[in-house]
């Protein structure tokens, strides 16, 4: 083997120095590293785990925002639905409040014009009867005409 440059007794050193380093990196080294990467999984398991509580969390909230929404817009149709009609019943009740305002002052006015014309007819009259009896008293001053007053009155 000399001639090919093999030499046996170096092929012998360098792998009794191979097996040394590679128990010597077995027993120190590979179990440190081993260690290291199963706690290197254990924290890539664990952040998946705590990322897919994080999903399911956020669909729990994402639905329950949902049912509070939905919720607070049947409530709102309802507020407006009784805020309107309230509204629409204070409308009517101040509608007919006004009609009949407006009656009872159309009535009013039209018994004082009533009884401002009588008052009116009745001065026509006393003024008109005056009148008559002022021209009487003159005509029968005048003794054009012969009139009883207390026939008359």
């Given at each position: 083997?000399?001639?090919?440059?093999?030499?046996?007794?170096?092929?012998?050193?360098?792998?009794?120095?191979?097996?040394?380093?590679?128990?010597?990196?077995?027993?120190?080294?590979?179990?440190?590293?081993?260690?290291?990467?199963?706690?290197?999984?254990?924290?890539?398991?664990?952040?998946?785990?705590?990322?897919?509580?994080?999903?399911?969390?956020?669909?729990?909230?994402?639905?329950?925002?949902?049912?509070?929404?939905?919720?607070a817009?049947?409530?709102?149709?309802?507020?407006?639905?009784?805020?309107?009609?309230?509204?629409?019943?204070?409308?009517?009740?101040?509608?007919?409040?006004a009609?009949?305002?407006?009656?009872?002052?159309?009535?009013?006015?039209?018994?004082i014009?009533?009884?401002?014309?009588?008052?009116?007819?009745?001065?026509?009259?006393?003024?008109?009867?005056?009148?008559?009896?002022?021209?009487?008293?003159?005509?029968?001053?005048?003794?054009?005409?012969?009139?009883?007053?207390?026939?008359?009155?």
């Open positions: 083997m000399d001639a090919l440059g093999i030499n046996l007794l170096n092929i012998i050193v360098y792998s009794v120095l191979f097996l040394i380093i590679f128990l010597v990196l077995k027993i120190f080294f590979v179990p440190k590293m081993e260690k290291a990467l199963e706690d290197r999984q254990k924290e890539i398991a664990k952040g998946l785990k705590f990322s897919e509580e994080t999903d399911q969390l956020r669909q729990d909230i994402e639905t329950e925002k949902e049912k509070v929404l939905t919720q817009r049947s409530q709102k149709k309802e507020i407006l639905a009784a805020s309107k009609k309230q509204a629409d019943e204070e409308y009517k009740t101040l509608i007919s409040q009609k009949e305002k407006s009656n009872q002052i159309i009535a009013d006015a039209q018994n014009i009533s009884m401002d014309n009588e008052k009116v007819k009745s001065e026509i009259d006393t003024q008109v009867n005056k009148k008559i009896l002022e021209k009487l008293g003159k005509l029968a001053q005048d003794g054009k005409i012969k009139v009883n007053i207390d026939k008359i009155i």
